[in-house]
């Protein structure tokens, strides 16, 4: 299936990977007919991506559409029943935290996580250091967090500071730098906004273009429409575990993407939750 930047591409079941977006990078990420179920309730029936290189690829849709079934796959919480998961073309085999994170894909999920009781420039390096050496010199760290913090806000926040008493706001940004310190190729951001106020979050859009326009990809999770329309380069709309369709900025506007979750088929054999 092919066609102009712009056009909507609607999915089907005999398509691998149906959900069809152009432009002139490369994949960095394909998601081919994914599912997933717990038990009788199918969180996942089929769903197709296709990421671009130097995009933002936004994953729209209402609760239970399957949103957080995808980032757990993505992130390598949970692994699917079925369909794949390619980066750069290769499959991924073996799902882990630790497997996907060497393969260079960093989520930040929607529970801001946190040590509370750590510096937040502990906390902005955890888990950043091998078993045996430090990967950045600790002479070098605090220039590396400032640099970092600087991109993603412009409120002053103190690296020495216990992370559990800063507000949730600026928690969720210690957050945000601890994946930006790894320098994915993939960024994986789960409503990464809620706790910020719009000027934050434009402060946070912007870091986010400097980010892909250095060839890497962020896959953003949102709900929120206006997001949808000032951050995607893509968009895939998610509903009830099926992606109903991508499309590009170009032709995105508030009355296509809301006519795209109110139009799509409902499924009603199955419960569905995610």
């Not at 990420?29 to 994914?34: A, F, H």
């Not at 390598?76 to 060497?102: M, N, Y």
């Not at 800063?166 to 930006?180: E, S, Y």
């Not at 032709?251 to 419960?271: G, I, K, Q, Y």
């Amino acid at each position: 299936m092919a066609g102009e930047a712009g056009h909507l591409y609607r999915t089907d079941n005999s398509t691998v990977g149906g959900c069809i977006v152009t432009g002139n990078g490369h994949n960095l990420l394909e998601i081919r007919d994914l599912r997933k179920s717990y038990g009788e309730t199918r969180a996942l029936r089929g769903m197709n991506l296709q990421g671009q290189a130097g995009t933002v690829h936004t994953v729209f849709g209402e609760n239970g559409s399957g949103k957080s079934t995808m980032v757990k796959i993505l992130s390598g919480i949970i692994t699917p029943d079925a369909g794949q998961v390619l980066l750069a073309g290769e499959a991924l085999t073996h799902f882990s935290p630790k497997a996907v994170a060497r393969l260079g894909i960093v989520p930040v999920m929607q529970e801001v996580l946190v040590a509370p009781n750590r510096s937040v420039i502990e906390n902005i390096f955890l888990g950043y250091d091998g078993l045996f050496r430090r990967r950045i010199p600790r002479d070098q760290r605090r220039e590396k967090a400032q640099e970092i913090l600087a991109r993603i806000t412009r409120t002053p926040i103190d690296l020495d500071s216990l992370t559990g008493v800063l507000p949730l706001a600026q928690q969720q940004l210690v957050v945000i730098a601890r994946a930006f310190v790894h320098e994915p190729r993939i960024l994986v951001l789960d409503e990464a906004t809620a706790a910020l106020d719009i000027e934050e979050r434009e402060t946070l859009f912007g870091a986010i273009r400097s980010f892909v326009a250095d060839g890497r990809l962020v896959i953003y999770i949102s709900h929120r429409v206006d997001e949808v329309l000032s951050l995607s380069d893509y968009v895939t709309v998610l509903h009830v575990g099926r992606d109903v369709g991508s499309v590009s900025s170009e032709a995105l506007t508030a009355a296509r993407l809301l006519e795209m979750v109110s139009t799509a088929p409902v499924h009603e054999e199955a419960n569905d939750a995610g």
